[in-house]
Antibody, heavy 118, light 107 residues
């Protein structure tokens, strides 16, 4: 059974780059789409984007200019970078397995809280 | 982008009640509609995929229906553990979008 776990700094300064990694265990990263979703305090879910194991990406247009996703060299992790962060980027960040249009996002990480503050 | 609109935004119901949440897409998404449950302080969990398919391990009191632009999530007999926020999400477009959520409270 695939499991996901997010990791990265819990505090990022304004204007800097937020960097998170999602480690995949119990399965292979070779297939499907690997997603990032965030949830600002008291708000709903916002899809950030996904990366396919081949390296192709799709990003939320509202964040596209600041987002980069990549597959790790070890091939059992994928990463998110969000640059030029502001307080509005403070959120819980989740990684998830998007098993395709038919099956939905069927595996989620536990989430990691990132606060943007000086 | 495809906009997903849920109603109501919040509701309160009693144990044993039948509860229905609706989700409307801004364009035809066939049946590429998924439902998630998020309990307080937890990650979302997939309940229903492709409008009406129950994810493994999800209680049978949950069901989904609809196609095109209008969809519903039904809880046939509300249980205390169903306290949560429920989200719909379309997977028709490569640019995934979620509804704003429905906060379900137990009376």
């Amino acid at each position: 059974q695939v499991q996901l776990k997010e990791s990265g700094p819990g505090l990022v300064k304004p204007s800097e780059t937020l960097s998170l990694t999602c480690t995949v265990s119990g399965g292979s990263i070779n297939d499907y789409h690997w997603s990032w979703i965030r949830q600002s305090p008291g708000k709903g879910l916002e899809w950030i984007g996904y990366i396919h194991y081949s390296g192709s990406t799709n990003y939320n247009p509202s964040l596209k200019s600041r987002v980069t996703m990549s597959i790790g060299t070890s091939k059992n992790e994928f990463s998110l970078e969000l640059n030029s962060v502001t307080a509005a980027d403070t959120a819980v960040y989740y990684c998830a397995l998007d098993s395709g249009s038919y099956y939905g996002m069927d595996v989620w990480g536990q989430g990691t809280t990132v606060t943007v503050s000086s | 982008d495809i906009k997903m609109t849920q109603s109501p935004s919040s509701l309160s119901a009693s144990v044993g009640d039948r509860v229905t949440i609706t989700c409307r897409a801004s364009q035809n998404i066939n049946n590429y509609l998924n439902w998630y449950q998020q309990k307080p302080g937890k990650a979302p969990k997939l309940l229903i995929y492709t409008a009406s398919n129950l994810q493994s391990g999800v209680p049978s009191r949950f069901s989904g229906s609809g196609s095109g632009t209008d969809f519903t999530l039904t809880i046939s007999s509300l249980q205390p553990e169903d306290l949560a926020t429920y989200y719909c999400q379309q997977s028709y477009s490569a640019l995934r979008t979620f509804g704003q959520g429905t906060n379900l409270e137990i009376k």
